[in-house]
């Protein structure tokens, strides 16, 4: 009897879950096509279906930044029915305690979490750099051609003269100096289709907005010869701040991808806070997801909601939601500027919420 409630319980709270995320998803998507669709008609290169496209690439970022407040507007409508068809009395009749009801739902929502942990946040990476790419494209956003990854450095800059590609197989800051070992240098004319010359350096230094080449090796492909000069110098508006800002979004990168990635980070010199940050972030997410579901139930399914109230229980039950979200948040940034330890930061807040929504239910109700 009390599995086929359990799966009956299971199988209502699914039903609520998915009907939630679809409207929540569906009114969010529409903002941002409204929003996409405002700032195509200020260019001539974005059309409609360019708008649409890109309000479904960001649908899935989107679906990982509200999906706690889909689970806790899902508990609170799971629990308020429930209560107001009176089953959660005729439930804790049959035998099943609190910790029955909920320990299986808890289970379902942490499943949730891993799986968007785990599984639904690398295609929201994937889906957010194309988006990026997008923007780009469309003229929404403007920035210097560059990828920087484990494999290496590449950019491309248009310059007085022509244009210029830059690849470096290490990139690493030392200080207020960005280093690139291994640089192949290669100069195009106006026309971006007419090779120049290329140079070739083992070492080359980045600073103050100039590209310094070291025992720099010239080949002219013209007259097929080779010089070696001491120092050769590009002017770039390439900094470091504009090599971290390349970076400043983890929520492109794949959950798998971080752990390299962080250290590479580390090994280059640069710092990996704000990576590690959203690592442990994603981490804890499924435990951010039971933390909602339980304060859904702190509020919605004591037994006294029959008698009235249940709309200011709700409002409360978002309040609360809130706070914790946004107590996140507030957390996050201090785990960025240093004030916090960042396993701290993004730890704390459930932590600290599940214990205080545990001890909530264990005062409310008998067990």
């Not at 390439?238 to 959950?255: A, G, H, V, W, Y």
């Not at 704000?274 to 139930?297: D, G, K, N």
């Not at 993004?346 to 932590?351: F, K, R």
């Amino acid at each position: 009897m009390n599995q086929i409630l359990v799966k009956y319980n299971l199988k209502q709270f699914a039903w609520i879950f998915f009907a939630t995320l679809f409207i929540l998803t569906t009114v969010v998507g529409l903002f941002d096509l409204i929003e996409l669709l405002r700032q195509a008609a200020k260019g001539e290169t974005a059309g409609f279906f360019d708008a649409l496209t890109m309000a479904v690439l960001k649908s899935p970022q989107m679906i990982h930044i509200i999906l706690p407040f889909v689970i806790l507007l899902s508990g609170l409508i799971f629990f308020s029915l429930f209560n107001k068809s009176s089953e959660l009395i005729v439930m804790r009749a049959v035998g099943l305690s609190v910790w029955d009801i909920l320990k299986p739902l808890a289970i379902l929502v942490f499943a949730i979490g891993l799986f968007d942990t785990l599984a639904f946040s690398p295609i929201a990476a994937w889906t957010a750099r194309r988006y990026e790419r997008m923007e780009e494209r469309m003229g929404m956003t403007h920035s210097t051609p560059m990828v920087w990854s484990e494999e290496g450095f590449w950019l491309k800059e248009q310059t007085d003269t022509g244009e210029i590609i830059v690849h470096a197989s290490q990139v690493s800051q030392i200080k207020d100096r960005v280093i690139l070992k291994n640089v192949s240098l290669f100069e195009l004319a106006p026309d971006s289709t007419t090779f120049l010359r290329q140079i070739e350096s083992v070492k080359a230094t980045l600073k103050n907005g100039r590209l310094i080449l070291k025992k720099a090796m010239i080949i002219d492909p013209v007259n097929e010869s080779a010089q070696e000069v001491p120092i050769q110098s590009f002017d770039t508006s390439l900094t470091l701040e504009r090599i971290l800002e390349k970076f400043d979004d983890p929520q492109t990168m794949s959950f798998w991808r971080f752990p390299r990635f962080i250290q590479f980070l580390q090994e280059s010199g640069f710092s990996a806070i704000q990576h590690q940050m959203y690592f442990h972030e994603l981490i804890a997410f499924p435990a951010l997801l039971v933390a909602m579901l339980l304060i859904a139930a702190v509020f919605a399914m004591p037994s006294g909601n029959r008698q009235g109230k249940i709309f200011f229980r709700m409002l409360g039950a978002i309040g609360m939601g809130f706070i914790l979200y946004f107590f996140t948040r507030v957390t996050n940034v201090l785990g960025l500027s240093g004030n916090l330890p960042f396993m701290l930061a993004a730890w704390g807040p459930v932590l600290i919420a599940i214990p205080l929504c545990l001890s909530a239910l264990l005062h409310l109700e008998d067990g």
